[in-house]
Structure formats: structure tokens, C-alpha cells
């Protein structure tokens, strides 16, 4: 991302008066942050804006300011199209498929596939709400106390509360940055990480049940009957990839959740000194060298086999 492609966002924004953003299917707080924060933005600049995820926005970020606002599918017509956190055009599900290429991806995932007319992608940023926060100060756009909560969420979350090794001394320069305006850190740490629903907590006793250790790869599975039995609405799997990635004599995570339409959302994450995007990518997936993910179309039991196949051989590839 360049000073000309940075000055390219803005002579679109400025040209605009309706303007769509969009993000991905079972959205995470980046993509939550990343679409309420830019949305929130332009709407402060004077623009008209729709915010559209397919998946909705999951109960643990409602308290955001303007989530109530995000819908689930695209209406009317618009002059700017907008895709932010998403690696490829696939991710955003079908909201877009009547709309053809959007103007800007807005994206930090290395995999990412440069989808739009302008491509807004770092990967050395470790949430797509950074890249947002840079255009804010390179293009004076307005900053409020909604917008700083909607970034620092996206911060958070994709940092784990600046856990990840891609965290650098600008990561926390941004995060100061928004407490300033006002934004409570600690409050909203609380709530999109810590705080669980006794439904998401019961999904995680489902999959932990069954968890299998072969020696330093992890994984567990959530079926369809899972979901049911905990009484659990959504279709990602309540963070337990983050509860199994604590677990210290393993160097790689994994988690199927089987999903209705007969495919499997698979989830990697990994200790420094392996890439866990390169087995994503194998399955059409994508992501980040800890962290990956993949929908694979498949019954459970089948897929789960060629992603441990798969997984095994990199692990084995990095001794």
C-alpha cells in the first residue's frame, strides 16, 4: 500500500455517494471492526452507507456501537464497493454475486488473491482495522469514540490481546491512540474475549470430549448434533481453536466444525516456525502462518482425514 493507492481510496471515497462494505461469512472481530469502523467513517464524512455481512454479527460484538445496523444482504445500487478482511472473493459467501468486482479490498492476510480494482493489501499488519487506522491519518478522515471502539476490537481480536507474534511496538502505538479518543480497553477486551455465553461454553464441552493428541498436532471435531446438543446458533466454532492452541506440548491446532450445507470449516493454528497457510492454501483456503483457515466441501470424517494427512506431512516437512 502506497502513497498513490492511498490517494486512489480517497479520490473514490470523495466521488461517492452510496458506498457498500462488506466482509466475510462467520465474521471475527476484525471483520466486525473493520466493517463498522470504516462504515462509521464515511458516514461521518456525510456518505450514505450499507454495512453488509452475510452471517450477521455475532452476539459477543453487539455492544458496538452501530452493530445493530449491519445487514445480512445487499439492497440497492451503489456508487463504491468496499470488501475489507477478507483473503478472496469466495469468502464474502453470495451477498456480492449479482454486483461483479468490487472497487477496494481493504485486506492483511498474506494469501490474499488482489480481487478488487484497488487493492489496499499489507500483510505485515495484524489487523485489517490497522491498514483502516493508517488511511485515517493519511487522509484526515474523522475519528470518534464508536469508530475507535469498533477498531480496537478488530485490534484485540485478531491480536488475541496483542498475544501474536506479529505484534509490534506500532500495534500498541495504535491501540494508545485509540484509548485517547476515549476507547476502553480493558471493558472491550472483556467482552469480545473473555466473556462466553453458557451455549458457546457447552459447544466447547462438545468438541473438547473427543479431543486426539498424535505427537505435537492437536485437533478436535464439532458436528451438526454438537451444535444442536449445546443449543449453540452459530456456525464457527465459539474460539475453541483458541482454547486448544493454550495446550503447550503442541506445535499445530486444528478444529473441524461440520457445517448444514455439507462442507467443513477447518481451522489451523500454529506455534512460531510453522505455516499453517500453506496447507490452508492446499484446500482453497488461506490466512496467516499461525493462523488459517479453510471451508472444505466434504463429509466430516473424510475431510478430517486428508487435513491431518495433509498437516502431518507439514509438520514433518519443519523438523
Do not use: C
Not at 127 to 139: K, M, R, S
Not at 169 to 188: F, H, K, S, W, Y
Not at 218 to 230: K, M, N, P, Q, T
Amino acid at each position: 500500500m502506497n502513497k498513490d493507492q492511498i490517494q486512489a481510496f480517497g479520490d473514490l471515497v470523495s466521488r461517492a455517494d452510496r458506498i457498500l462494505i462488506i466482509s466475510h461469512i462467520r465474521p471475527d472481530g476484525d471483520a466486525v471492526g473493520s466493517t463498522l469502523g470504516l462504515g462509521l467513517i464515511l458516514e461521518e464524512m456525510g456518505k450514505e452507507v450499507s454495512l453488509v455481512l452475510e452471517d450477521g454479527v455475532p452476539k459477543v460484538f453487539n455492544h458496538l456501537t452501530g452493530a445493530d445496523r449491519i445487514i445480512r444482504e445487499v439492497v440497492g445500487v451503489f456508487d463504491l464497493v468496499i470488501v475489507v478482511d477478507s483473503s478472496d472473493i469466495e469468502r464474502i459467501g453470495s451477498v456480492l454475486d449479482d454486483y461483479g468486482e468490487p472497487d477496494v479490498n481493504i485486506d492483511h492476510h498474506p494469501t490474499n488473491t488482489q480481487f478488487a480494482k484497488l487493492n489496499l493489501v499489507r500483510d505485515n499488519a495484524v489487523a485489517t482495522v490497522e491498514i483502516i487506522f493508517d488511511l485515517v491519518q493519511e487522509l484526515s478522515y474523522p475519528i470518534n469514540l464508536p469508530i475507535a471502539e469498533a477498531l480496537l476490537t478488530g485490534l484485540l481480536t485478531d491480536s488475541l490481546g496483542f498475544q501474536t507474534s506479529n505484534t509490534n511496538p506500532q500495534t500498541l502505538r495504535i491501540a494508545a491512540e485509540l484509548m485517547e479518543v476515549g476507547a476502553n480497553l480493558p471493558d472491550l477486551y472483556r467482552k469480545a474475549m473473555l466473556e462466553k455465553s453458557i451455549e458457546a461454553v457447552k459447544y466447547w464441552g462438545q468438541g473438547l470430549s473427543g479431543i486426539q493428541m498424535e505427537d505435537r498436532l492437536v485437533w478436535a471435531s464439532l458436528s451438526l448434533e454438537d451444535r444442536i446438543a449445546a443449543d449453540y446458533t452459530g456456525r464457527d466454532d465459539a474460539d475453541l481453536i483458541n482454547v486448544l492452541a493454550r495446550i503447550k506440548e503442541t506445535d499445530i491446532s486444528i478444529v473441524f466444525v461440520e457445517q448444514k450445507n455439507g462442507s467443513v470449516k477447518v481451522s489451523w493454528r500454529s506455534r512460531p516456525g510453522f505455516d499453517v497457510s500453506v496447507v490452508a492454501t492446499q484446500f482453497g483456503g488461506g490466512g496467516h502462518k499461525p493462523a488459517a483457515g479453510a471451508d472444505i466441501n466434504g463429509d466430516l470424517k473424510r475431510v478430517q482425514e486428508e487435513v491431518l494427512e495433509a498437516t502431518r506431512k507439514s509438520l514433518k516437512k519443519s523438523d
